[in-house]
């Protein structure tokens, strides 16, 4: 079983759609991250979060320590958002552990 | 600002031969650096990482080495490439939690 688990490996909504992807994570961390990479490989990240919830535009990022649980949302989603989302979990010394991404495709 | 820097962007080197992939990283000092790959179809792992000069982890047992001669410059290199060393490699570096990639390389061992 892997340390940290994405679903769904892959999405596909009409523009528009409430996306919802969830991480589960199995070990103690420090903080967690949610990545974006586009289609040539570039990896970009979205949120760090401890706690709580954070929002940036159009994506919110909430976690549950207790629960180990993380979701990321998209709100009025767009073609441009088709990516592969991923979820990584820190720990140690600043070490990432990633679960294996949710491809999302948003079809306009 | 900080940038980092990765060469070449793409690579096919045939089995057997050596490989150096660079990663420097400009605007910080004393980064954390971290070379992960991402195999054709998998998730990203972590390779190596380092917290200074000549200080590196290795996560995975592999032909694989890294050496940080300066600050802010990570090297992976191979004596002798598989096959299934193909795949997309990323260096990173990080502070205070936030991760940072570079814009990869993908190695294609034929």
């Known amino acids: 079983k892997n340390e940290v688990e994405q679903s769904p490996q892959n999405l596909t909504a009409q523009e528009g759609e409430f996306i919802t992807i969830n991480c589960s994570y199995s070990?103690?961390?420090?903080?967690l991250h949610w990545l974006q990479q586009h289609p040539g490989g570039g990896i970009v990240s979205l949120f760090m979060?401890?706690?709580g919830k954070k929002k940036h535009g159009r994506l919110i990022a909430t976690i549950n320590i207790q629960e180990k649980h993380s979701s990321l949302h998209i709100t009025a989603s767009h073609p441009r958002d088709s990516a592969v989302y991923i979820c990584a979990v820190i720990q140690g010394a600043q070490k990432l552990v990633f679960g294996q991404g949710t491809r999302l495709t948003i079809n306009p | 600002s900080q940038t980092i820097h990765q060469w070449p962007a793409t690579l096919v080197q045939p089995v057997g031969s050596p490989l150096s992939l660079e990663c420097t990283v400009e605007?910080?000092?004393?980064?954390?650096l971290y070379w992960y790959r991402q195999a054709a179809g998998r998730g990203l792992q972590l390779l190596f990482y380092s917290v200074g000069i000549g200080q590196i982890s290795s996560e995975v047992p592999q032909n694989l080495s890294a050496s940080r001669p300066q600050d802010r410059q990570f090297i992976l290199s191979s004596k002798k490439l598989l096959l299934s060393d193909s795949g997309f490699y990323l260096c990173a570096w990080s502070t205070a939690g936030e991760q940072y990639f570079g814009p990869g390389t993908r190695l294609t061992v034929t």
């Open positions: 979060l401890s706690s």
């Open positions: 605007g910080t000092s004393n980064p954390n």
């Open positions: 070990v103690g961390i420090s903080a």
